[in-house]
């Protein structure tokens, strides 16, 4: 084949690729666990094989966490909080067994609470600006047994908005200066499986996610600030990674029990 071929047939299985992506961008709308055998998986990219000591992988990841499932400080639950990341990741691979990796994305946080005060309940709504969302994490296989591979990670992820939006039973108040402060970090343990392009796993996480809300200047007109918690820290993922191991690989996954979210990836190895 012909390195004009190569390249028309590489234009291709991109073009596909990229459909495909878009597709599934369009039905989806925290914070990702993402593949476990993904460093263990590619052996060709763009530029070098794989089987280097190192390697380089970029991509994009669209996150949507549908309930946080969180407490207020007071042990009330928190009605709704949502928040949408449209990122961008960098990923070190090292020996084709442990990953490093960075994401840098662009997120809005949405939430709805109830607030006692006195006899009456205060209905409380806010939303964020987008604004950056930085995360870093490392991933690694443990043990590999044919195509079984255990892995574990861990991810660690920071936000900081100002506000769009607050209101309290539909009345907009002035929070200039106000912020909303995040901080996550996650553990995880995984079991994947290859099967021709597909790579299925399974896994279980502990999740520890704080959240601080203050109304700046909304403070003169009795607005309080507030703090959410995890009502529980533990959950369950599963998710799917497709790629023939050279060039590309795309990556979906569901995160239950502890939130309800949904995310997807795409990566480029060079």
């Known amino acids: 084949m012909t390195t004009h071929a190569k390249f028309l047939t590489f234009g291709i299985h991109c073009g596909r690729i990229c459909v495909t992506m878009l597709f599934f961008l369009s039905c989806l709308e925290a914070m990702s666990v993402g593949s476990p055998s993904a460093a263990s998986w590619m052996h060709k990219g763009l530029i070098q094989p794989c089987l280097?000591?190192?390697?380089?992988?970029?991509?994009?990841?669209?996150?949507?966490?549908?309930?946080?499932?969180?407490?207020?400080?007071?042990?009330?639950r928190v009605d709704l909080y949502t928040k949408w990341c449209h990122g961008i990741g960098l990923t070190f691979s090292f020996l084709q067994r442990f990953d490093?990796?960075?994401?840098?994305?662009?997120?809005?946080i949405e939430?709805?609470?109830?607030f006692p005060n006195g006899p009456a309940i205060e209905r409380i709504e806010i939303k964020t600006d987008w604004a950056p969302n930085w995360s870093l994490g490392a991933r690694g296989t443990l043990l590999e047994w044919n195509c079984v591979l255990l892995g574990m990670g861990t991810k660690w992820s920071t936000y900081?908005?100002?506000f769009e939006r607050w209101q309290?039973?539909?009345?907009?108040?002035?929070?200039?200066?106000?912020?909303?402060r995040q901080v996550e970090w996650q553990a995880t343990s995984d079991l994947s499986f290859q099967i021709d392009y597909l790579a299925p796993y399974v896994g279980i996480k502990y999740d520890c996610l704080i959240t601080h809300l203050d109304p700046g200047l909304g403070k003169q007109e009795g607005l309080v600030s507030e703090k959410f918690k995890k009502r529980g820290h533990t959950g369950l993922y599963i998710g799917c990674t497709f790629s023939k191991g050279s060039f590309a690989f795309l990556n979906l996954e569901a995160r239950f029990i502890d939130e309800e979210a949904w995310s997807l990836a795409f990566d480029l190895c060079f």
Request: proline content about 0%; glycine content about 10%.
């Open 111 to 114: 939430s709805h609470w109830r």
């Open 160 to 162: 900081q908005s100002s």
């Open 52 to 76: 280097h000591r190192f390697s380089l992988r970029a991509g994009i990841e669209e996150d949507f966490v549908h309930d946080a499932r969180l407490f207020q400080s007071s042990s009330r």
């Open 100 to 108: 490093v990796y960075g994401v840098g994305s662009y997120s809005q």
């Open 168 to 180: 309290v039973d539909g009345s907009s108040f002035d929070v200039a200066l106000g912020k909303l």
